[in-house]
């Protein structure tokens, strides 16, 4: 019976704690603008031991209550990318400004020039291989999960960390590596 009461007196508080000015969570209720080379807090997040990226949080999970985070990547890492991985929590969506990328999705793979976006599900296998000397993107994550702090995380790395390492990092936000980087000739 208290197990009874505790889940009823939880789910009569829930709209008091969503819709008070005492929500744990931030959500900001003012418009804002960040411009172009800019990262929403004046710091730019410069990848370190895998890639020479440079991510700026253009919407910050601080924005939305944790609904969604964009990123605006400069990618200076021709044939670089990510390992293929699985988001067990997050759909992510990219949309590229310039240059070419080569993406795998599941099983398919996928040539994106500038003006192309692509969907990537939660629980989907998926990685990108940047295939020219520049490359910019924005990229999306709903929910936004630790996606902020992984990019933090690994900008720390100053040499190429360990396959047990990489292993780490990426469970400790959330994800899955499902096999290596892929490979462009």
Known sequence: MKRRSFI??????????KYSKFNFMTKTNKGFVVKAGEDRFGEHTKMGG????????KVSSKDTSGELTVFEQTGFTPKGG?????????DEMFYVIEGDYLFQ?????YNLKAG??????????????????KGRMLLSFQPSGKMEEFFKKTSLWTSPPTPEEITKV????????????????
Request: hydrophobic share 45%.
């Open 50 to 57: 895998v890639t020479s990226n440079v991510l700026d949080i």
């Open 82 to 90: 990510p390992p293929l991985h699985i988001h067990l929590y997050q």
């Open 170 to 185: 990426f469970e400790e936000h959330e994800m899955k590596i499902a096999g290596p980087p892929l490979k462009v000739d």
């Open 105 to 109: 999705v599941g099983e398919e793979n």
């Open 116 to 133: 192309d976006t692509i969907f990537l599900p939660r629980e989907v296998p998926h990685a990108f291989a940047q295939l020219t000397e």
């Open 8 to 17: 009823i007196a939880a789910l009569a508080a829930y709209p008091f704690f």
